[in-house]
């Protein structure tokens, strides 16, 4: 269902604006339904179940997120408030069966991530790295103890969880990592750093990657007023402001030995989890993508120009027909990888090859839809600007869009082409 131009968007800045010389003013569209996207009916592939969940994580969104979110992005603050009622919904933890998470098929997480980040992408990556890094993590790796543990209140939101992999001089090559766990009695003493670490100023407890003194990589819970662990906001981002992405310092940090994942040994044990995370990412870029095709799809329509819809221009429609075209383009391989998934058959090759088409797709889609929007599309009350900002960030987390085709080109080449290859002796 799209807005008329005299229908009010709560939250909006120009909803009171009335009339100018007696003509209606655009009022800026909420997000339109499925119906203006789903092009090729793959809801009728879907269950009752899930067309019912994906309506209520979509309605929740527009109902609660959007009338607020704007100000929230615009300080660069977390909306705390929304908590709470995202815990309501029942969906953390995603597909992890059992403690308390709703064990949903890979093709039912996708559908609530993409209505999540249609709503709004800091959002879908609060639940992101919530779900589907730190509580992954313990689900896959975690003794059936420290699953008992911590898993419950995560699952009900009573404690947020992040997960510490990336560090401030390892990115791509986070293989390298260089935080330390050294064992001493009962405890491991973490020492490093930890950079752009989402939900880290304000979590319970974060999965923190550290090199053992054997040289292998594990994971340690290290639950939040640990003395060592100090989390510090990054200020000044341009893309998902509402997220609190932290750099971490850890000092002699002492965590008990019964906090390290038992079943984490190598740095192999950390991709089984990527895998699971950058999945979660190819949906959430189609959410960003979807957000903005409805917005100027119903923009369009609404929008007179020299006497008659936007829509009614051949440069438009053509736009408008290229963005779904996209979208049909990734919601069909997203589907098929889902079902994958479900099947235990994926590879990290096929998922690196959605997330870096699906982000690569959403950045053009939104920029479409900004121009189309002309000056209303740089203004927050439109949503496209916030989407389109966040875009960038979705754009590099979990591997930017050269990592992703590196991957793919090693597994169709059999050629590492990540480090250059050595120059020839003479």
């Not at 997203?334 to 235990?344: I, K, N, V």
């Not at 591997?399 to 991957?407: E, K, P, S, W, Y």
Request: proline share 5%; with cysteine.
């Amino acid at each position: 269902m799209k807005r008329t131009a005299t229908d009010s968007v709560p939250g909006s800045t120009t909803a009171a604006t009335a009339a100018a010389n007696g003509k209606p003013v655009v009022e800026p569209p909420v997000l339109g339904g499925p119906e203006h996207t789903d092009y090729y009916r793959l809801d009728e592939l879907l269950t009752d179940e899930q067309r019912a969940l994906r309506r209520r994580v979509r309605e929740f969104m527009d109902r609660e997120v959007l009338p607020i979110i704007n100000p929230y992005w615009e300080r660069a603050e977390f909306p705390h408030e929304l908590v709470p009622k995202l815990a309501e919904l029942g969906i953390a933890g995603f597909q992890i069966p059992g403690y308390g998470s709703p064990g949903m098929s890979n093709v039912t997480a996708g559908l609530v991530i993409m209505e999540l980040a249609r709503g709004d992408l800091s959002i879908s990556t609060f639940a992101g790295v919530h779900s589907a890094l730190a509580m992954m993590s313990i689900a896959l790796l975690g003794s059936e103890e420290q699953k008992q543990r911590f898993l419950p209140p995560m699952a009900r939101l009573e404690k947020i969880g992040a997960f510490g992999l990336t560090e401030p001089a390892h990115g791509t090559d986070v293989v390298m990592l260089e935080t330390t766990a050294r064992q001493d009695g009962g405890s491991y003493v973490l020492n490093g750093h930890k950079r752009w670490i989402g939900n880290a100023t304000f979590s319970d407890y974060t999965i923190i990657w550290a090199r053992g003194e054997d040289g292998h990589v594990g994971g340690y819970v290290v639950e939040k007023g640990m003395p060592g662990f100090d989390p510090q906001f990054i200020a000044g981002k341009t893309a998902l402001r509402c997220v609190q992405n932290a750099q971490i310092s850890l000092t002699d940090v002492r965590v008990p030995a019964e906090n390290r994942l038992e079943n984490s040994h190598t740095f192999r044990d950390t991709e089984e989890v990527l895998l699971a995370s950058r999945f979660c990412v190819a949906w959430e870029a189609i959410g960003a993508a979807v957000a903005g095709y409805e917005t100027a799809l119903a923009y369009s329509q609404q929008r007179h120009q020299f006497g008659v819809p936007l829509a009614s221009f051949q440069l438009v429609q053509y736009r408008l027909a290229r963005m779904l075209a996209d979208i049909t383009n990734m919601l069909c391989m997203q589907l098929r990888l889902s079902q994958l998934m479900d099947e235990r058959k994926v590879t990290m090759p096929e998922v690196a090859l959605a997330k870096m088409h699906n982000c690569e797709r959403a950045r053009a889609i939104l920029a479409d839809a900004r121009d189309l929007l002309g000056g209303n599309g740089i203004v927050l009350d439109y949503h496209v600007a916030r989407h389109l900002a966040d875009m960038e960030a979705i754009d590099t987390y979990e591997g930017t869009d050269v990592v992703q085709a590196l991957i793919v080109g090693r597994d169709i080449t059999g050629h590492n082409a990540f480090m250059p290859p050595a120059a020839p002796r003479h």
